[in-house]
């Protein structure tokens, strides 16, 4: 089954500052791969998805980006972070043998200041 | 619109059943999700069930599926304080190709003692 890591843990960042958020997925190859952020006490927010290596689609403007360098890593940038990036963000994957269920990672929780 | 509904909050005595709704958007979503979120941490499937059934049993877990009014629910039997959590329903519309999901809004269960 996968195993979804993300890191780091928790990250407290100023505003203005950039911002790389990294999650790596074991245990099946040729992923989805999905970015949430949930604000407190909130749902979820889909982000980003991306069905392979380079391709990335985005569901929401905003001052973040995703990118795929590998096919099971998933990084979470920002140039800038804005107060409003503040939350808790998951990475997911689909794939492997159960294609359609979704696994989470343990999550990120990001503090702007 | 594209929203998953559930209520709120639920508030159970500890060995009472909880029940957990959930209306989803698409009638042709094939699967049909329930999650578990503890404080703090990612989300964790707890159960499904397949479009063309009406109740899936898994130990203390009931789902129910009302195909006709877009329904499902979420039996948790002898609840216990650890079910303390947020509980998302999810569902894929028949037509993601990506298999991007709809995640409801949640409905955190307290569980008193």
């Known amino acids: 089954s996968q195993t979804i890591h993300q890191w780091p843990a928790t990250l407290v960042q100023p505003v203005g500052s950039p911002l790389s958020l990294e999650c790596t997925v074991e245990g099946t190859s040729n992923p989805n791969l999905y970015w949430y952020r949930q604000a407190a006490g909130r749902g979820l927010q889909l982000l980003f998805y991306s069905v392979g290596i380079g391709q990335i689609s985005s569901e929401v403007p905003q001052n973040l980006s995703a990118s795929r360098p590998q096919d099971r890593q998933f990084i979470l940038s920002s140039k800038k972070l804005l107060l409003s990036d503040s939350g808790f963000y998951l990475c997911?994957?689909?794939?492997?043998?159960?294609?359609?269920?979704?696994?989470f990672g343990p999550g990120t929780r990001l503090t702007v200041t | 619109g594209e929203d998953v509904e559930q209520s709120l909050f639920l508030s159970v005595r500890e060995g009472d059943s909880s029940v957990i709704n959930c209306t989803y958007t698409d009638s042709s979503s094939t699967y049909l999700y329930w999650y578990k979120q503890e404080p703090g941490a990612g989300l964790q499937l707890l159960t499904y069930i397949f479009s063309n059934m009406d109740m899936k049993q898994d130990q203390r877990l009931t789902v129910l599926l009302n195909k006709k009014d877009k329904h499902l629910s979420l039996r948790i039997a002898d609840t216990q304080t650890g079910d303390s959590a947020i509980y998302f329903c999810a569902e894929i519309p028949g037509t993601s190709g990506t298999y991007k999901y709809i995640f409801g809004t949640g409905t955190r269960l307290k569980v008193l003692a």
């Open positions: 997911a994957c689909t794939g492997g043998d159960r294609g359609y269920e979704q696994y």
